[in-house]
């Protein structure tokens, strides 16, 4: 066996004996520095080593052929109808959707951009409007014209007033005109307005009466606007109710449709057990206000493309001299939603991270059509740049940040509210850096040894110098 003093022999730390060491003041000075010194840099080294660090890098977007991406927004226009507001989308691969609704939601909304109501409801309405074909046979004036001093006062005479507000110079009103006239003369001799007092079918000149058009809410020509006497009296909001007649503008379809209006007046009076039998696609009500809120999300593919807000119709005319694109952004961002735990999560590894997510919120451009700013169409060029955040073990979020240039343009055609988009190629990749344990361990190792050597190196130099000191003393004494 070995023995025990052949074993001790390997002893790199031999002890001296206590009584063979001295303590001085110095020592003890410096005993405590190095103590507080080996706390303060473990402390460090600590928050070091639970701190996150991450890498920054630009590679390639590899995102598959068929993803879409996201586009969430929230955007209240003050004076675009929801009756005409149209969501479209396109992009350079020749995608063209028109007048989305599946996604989006639309709420009439006040000056102040206060809803008036609940959801609009659009509805379906006919690609083709069927109208009378067009001939130059004579058909007379047949409705009552209405102005801002008549109005009212018909409104509440007759238990039903379908009024055409129209345009002179608008194609689709002079489409209607004949067949409108032809039918308020049926209307007219088979409910005769001074005896039978039911309805009344009348027409307003928006270009002659502008004010009682902008108080109805009239942005596109002809609109055909149902009044109720009783309904339309209520006021909720500050806001009249009335609705809109969507269907056909033949004359049969019309004198259909005015008859239906009538039945179940005629019905009610006789006490009839039978409800009304008037057809909901065609009649809808009108909106609230003469502002919208739209939203929603659409999707789209990952190429430069265009998301347009704009009044549409197939078969109403605009004065684009008054059309108003103003708006203001509640929200407008692409990708998806980030739940707030996951974003917490992320700021905590990145705090910077999210400061151009929806870098558009709370913004407004205003145009007001004047003389000399007519036609103005609002464009945003957004340039979409992906980030990836990373762990050490799964992707924690993926996010699209933007940034944002916007303009007031004149056009020549209707103007619109214009998102232009542009997706970077490129991707921010960011990876968080984990730090293994064994090289906090090696650092904290290095610490306590490193500064007792440097201790024990400052401790040696001072008690040679003290002895040398007393040693000069001494000498000059003798």
């Known amino acids: ?16 004996p206590r009584d063979l060491t001295e303590a001085s003041l110095s020592g003890a000075g410096l005993s405590i520095i190095a103590a507080f010194s080996i706390i303060f840099l473990f402390g460090m080294e600590l928050n070091d080593y639970l701190k996150v660090t991450t890498s920054t890098s630009v590679v390639i977007d590899k995102s598959s052929d068929g993803d879409l991406l996201r586009i969430d927004f929230n955007i209240s226009f003050p004076a675009l109808s929801c009756e005409f507001a149209s969501i479209d989308v396109s992009d350079v691969l020749g995608t063209n959707r028109l007048n989305i609704t599946k996604t989006v939601r639309k709420y009439s909304i006040d000056p102040n951009l206060n809803p008036t109501g609940l959801e609009f409801q659009s509805g379906p309405t006919a690609n083709t409007i069927k109208h009378d074909e067009e001939s130059d046979e004579e058909y007379g004036e047949g409705s009552a014209v209405l ?43 088979r409910y005769d307005p001074e005896v039978d007092g039911r309805i009344l079918m009348a027409k307003v000149d928006c270009t002659e009466e502008t004010e009682l058009c902008r108080s109805k809410h009239i942005q596109g020509y002809p609109s055909i606007r149902i009044f109720r006497r009783g309904s339309d ?13 969507y269907g056909d503008r033949d004359t049969d379809s019309l004198v259909k449709a005015m008859e239906d209006l009538v039945a179940p007046i005629y019905l009610q009076s006789q006490r009839a057990l039978d409800g009304p039998s008037t057809e909901n696609d065609v009649k809808r009500p009108a909106p609230l206000a003469g502002g919208c809120r739209i939203e929603g999300f659409v999707r789209v593919k990952k190429v430069p493309g265009n998301l347009i807000i704009s009044a549409r119709s197939a078969s109403h005319s605009f ?21 707030p735990r996951v974003m917490s999560d992320v700021k905590r590894v990145l705090p910077y991270l999210g400061a151009s997510h929806d870098c558009l919120t709370g913004l407004s451009y205003i ?18 740049v992906k980030t990836e955040v990373m762990t050490s073990s799964y992707k924690l979020v993926e996010e699209h940040e933007y940034t944002a240039h916007s303009s007031l343009i004149h056009s020549v055609d209707i103007p619109v509210a214009k998102f232009h988009f542009e997706l ?11 730090k293994s344990f064994s090289h906090f361990i090696t650092n904290v190792c290095a610490i306590i040894g490193g500064i007792f050597t440097v201790a024990g190196i400052v401790d040696s130099l001072l008690h040679t110098t003290f002895r040398l000191m007393k040693k000069v003393e001494l000498g000059k004494n003798y």
Request: glycine residues 2%; aromatic residues 12%.
């Open 1 to 16: 066996m070995v023995s025990t003093s052949k074993i001790k022999s390997v002893d790199f730390y031999r002890k001296i």
């Open 147 to 189: 102005s801002g001093k008549n109005f009212d006062r018909i409104t509440h005479q007759y238990d039903i007033l379908v009024v055409n507000f129209f345009a002179p110079w608008c194609y689709w009103s002079n489409r209607l005109k004949p067949s409108w006239e032809r039918a308020a003369k049926i209307i007219r001799e």
């Open 233 to 245: 009296v209520r006021v909720e909001h500050g806001h009249h109710d009335h609705e809109s007649y």
């Open 319 to 339: 004065d684009v001299t008054k059309m108003n694109m103003s708006h203001f952004i509640s929200h407008f961002s692409f990708g998806k939603k980030i739940s």
């Open 367 to 384: 145009s007001n059509p004047t003389d000399s700013n007519e036609n103005v169409t609002i464009e945003h060029y957004l340039q979409v």
């Open 424 to 434: 970077s190629p490129m991707q921010v990749l960011i990876t968080e850096d984990s």
